[in-house]
């Protein structure tokens, strides 16, 4: 078969496969509900905690996450209400949706050369890359929406790698043949997408924003966000400064480079880079509860 008979075959059988619901890989219901309700700063708390502690799962991850050294609350807490009241509400929404895709993304990418452990701590520290970025520059996202983006900006992966294994040799070949393409250029040539495309499709069939959405869509190629670009800036750096420090190296190696835009779209000064780059120990060091649970 050619490649581009090959590649067409592999989406259609992606496009099957995302148009039936089950064989998709399940993110909680509630998830993309309880970050919607946790996004609107006027939401009724109690409301907010009851449906929260229908899922057991995450109620125990957040009274876990709430007492641990990460978040280092003033006093016990005891309920998902009092989480909300002491934390706030950006946090436990960052702890709902750690907790709702740990299942999603702590999980082996033979095909990508990454272990679960590594997709996990990769997919945490650009959480935590893009929230940092979000508050260093106020007004340009939501940092509980740059948390989120940040978390599932790799979720295509998930459903990309068994039909990545199917061309994986001729991938291998054509970037050793071809080193100046992008690893994406190249996975969308033999499999119909790459993998933020995907994921991009999955977060629309799982309801989640717009915004977050495109931001997911257009990691790596920021110039082309079409909602909120500061936001689509933001993922894009932080999943390059966290490749660069090691955390995250798949089969596409350093084959994306910084995006000059991005950087313009934020303002991003040298040593706001070599701030990020120097915090980088610190932060895994920080995230030892979040990879936990």
Known sequence: MEAAEQSAAIKAAIDKRLADIQQLPPMPAMASRIYSMASNPDVDIKALAEEITRDPAITAAIIKLSNSAYYKPTRPIRSVQEAIVTLGLETVANIVMVAASRGLLKVNLDAYKIPATEMWDHSLLVAELSGALARMKKGSAPPDVAFTAGLLHDIGKVTLVSYFQQV????????????????????????????????????????????????????????????????????????????????????????????????????????EMEALYSHLPELLEKLVDLRSI
């Open 168 to 271: 994986y040799r001729p991938i291998a070949i054509e970037m050793e043949r071809n080193p100046s393409a992008t690893f994406i250029a190249i996975e969308e040539k033999y499999l119909g997408y790459n993998h933020a495309q995907l994921g991009a499709r999955l977060l629309e069939i799982w309801k989640f924003p717009p915004d977050l959405v495109d931001a997911v869509r257009n990691v790596y190629t920021p110039e082309k966000a079409q909602v909120n670009k500061a936001l689509c800036a933001i993922i894009h750096i932080a999943n390059l400064v966290a490749i660069a420090g090691g955390v995250g190296v798949d089969i596409g190696g350093l084959s994306e480079k910084l995006s000059g835009q991005a950087l313009a779209a934020l303002k991003m000064t040298d040593s």
